[in-house]
């Protein structure tokens, strides 16, 4: 059965029936595209100047289209514009209420243009924002970790390794340890904005155009870098959304181990800090809890970025060139990522500040660990024993220590030398903690003197940044 086409489609010339219902329904993109909307504007007016400067518009058609463009983006920022699914998209929505602004003289804003090439033209334009928002993001995080570092340059702690007491470190050398991943993120970032920053339009549908463009003059007005060397590809590549999705999945996957040490580290076992009020909630049925659900559920958010990643790659590996409507499917992907670590990086922005240490624990834990256990086996080493012998005798010690239920330094000169002749009264320093983490005392070391080195150098790479 036909019928007549209700809805007049921009592209509804070569048919006959109209759209079936669920087609229509099934094809839509407006819905979640109209969030490029200010972009697709942006894009438009460079397009419509470039094509009044090489004379394929006059420059009163440049004119009225630019000014019905600026009064739709008025609408849309107002939240008065009103969005049809009928018309498929973001690009058709703004170009029929163009048209329907400013009559016949919009429909000339499509001359040279192809949604294929606006698509990416406007992906870009708003990846290239995104990217700033969450460097700046980053930067902010990075800013806190470094004053915290310093507050704690020499508060103890137990390292870990195998999440067992290892070595002692400061707080503030396990704070710029974070500081340096983000700072890693940000440079990820910058690294995928320069591929970002290439402008796709004039490619058109695929080939090109036979208009006489100018498409430096375009990209030049959007702040693009360059343009695209290749048409096909130019419509066709979203590597630029996969890679921005790989760092921000690289992002959470750094905020969700984050995050698993900020959960370890509140529980009353661990007992290390303790995070505002503001920032945790209770259980609905245990009045005793203060729970992290802030670090949980960006732990948790994690996994839906791997997810959104997957999805992108996946979209991409099956398709011929050039440009196919699967590419519409990034989208939504892509803004589930955008949301979820800007969100969560807000939520460390907000929770890290409220983070206080408890110095007592901390040290409480370094000592009962063993964590000078190294310092010892150092220390014979330096009287001339063998490594893997000092190792031995300290292994045997430990294993007396622990029989004991003491920590090293609480063991008597005669006890130790049991174990080596070579333990000498000076032992007791060594086994201090201060004197262990003071002794890492060079570029990447623990020390409190390097801690305070590493904040005034991430200090000044900060600066450098503005
Ligand atoms: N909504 C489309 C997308 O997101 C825009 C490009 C459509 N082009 C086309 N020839 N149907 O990819």
Known sequence: MTSKPTTVKPWGGRFTESTDS???????????????????????????????????????????????????????????????SELEDVHMNIEMALVQGIG???KKLHTARSRNDQVA?????????????????????????????????????????????????????????????????????????????????????????????DRAFTADLL???????????????????????????????????????????ISPQFGFIDLGDAWCTGSSIMPQKKNPDIPELVRGKTGRVYGDLMALLTLMKGQPLAYNRDNQEDKEALFDVIDTVQA?????????????VNKNAMLDAAERGYATATDLADYLVQKGVPFRD?????????QFAIQAGRKLSELSLAELQQFS??????????????????????????????????????????ASLH
């Open 421 to 462: 002749e070579r333990i000498d009264e000076d032992i007791y320093q060594k086994l201090e903690l201060t004197g262990s983490v003071a002794a890492r005392d060079h570029r990447g070391g623990t020390a409190p003197a390097q801690v305070k080195q590493a904040v005034q150098q991430a200090r000044d790479y900060i």
């Open 223 to 265: 702040g693009f870098d360059a343009v695209t060397s290749n048409s096909l590809d130019a419509v066709s590549d979203r590597d630029f959304v996969i890679e921005f999705s790989a760092a921000a999945a690289m992002i959470m996957m750094h905020l969700s181990r984050f995050s698993e040490e900020l959960v370890l580290w």
């Open 22 to 84: 669920f087609v229509e329904s099934f094809t839509e993109s407006v819905s979640f595209d109209q969030r490029l909307a200010l972009h697709d504007i942006t894009g438009s007016l460079a397009h419509v100047r470039m094509l009044a400067h090489v004379k394929i518009l006059t420059d009163a058609e440049c004119r009225q289209i630019c000014a019905g463009l600026e009064q739709i983006a008025g609408d849309i920022e107002a939240g008065s514009f009103i969005w049809q």
């Open 104 to 106: 016949d003289v919009g």
């Open 390 to 398: 000092a190792h031995a005798v300290v292994g045997n010690t430990v």
């Open 121 to 213: 033209t406007d992906l870009r334009l708003y990846l290239r924002d995104v990217v700033d928002a969450v460097s700046a993001q980053l930067l902010t995080l990075m800013t806190v970790l470094t004053d915290m570092a310093e507050a704690e340059a020499d508060t103890i702690m137990p390292g870990f390794t195998h999440l067992q007491s290892a070595q002692p470190v400061t707080f503030g050398h396990h704070m710029l340890a974070w500081y340096e991943m983000l700072k890693r993120d940000r440079q990820r970032l910058s690294d995928c904005r320069a591929r970002i920053n290439v402008m796709p339009l004039g490619s058109a549908a695929l080939a090109g155009t036979g208009f006489p463009i």
């Open 344 to 356: 969560c990086l807000h939520a460390y922005a907000g929770l890290l500040p409220t983070l206080t």
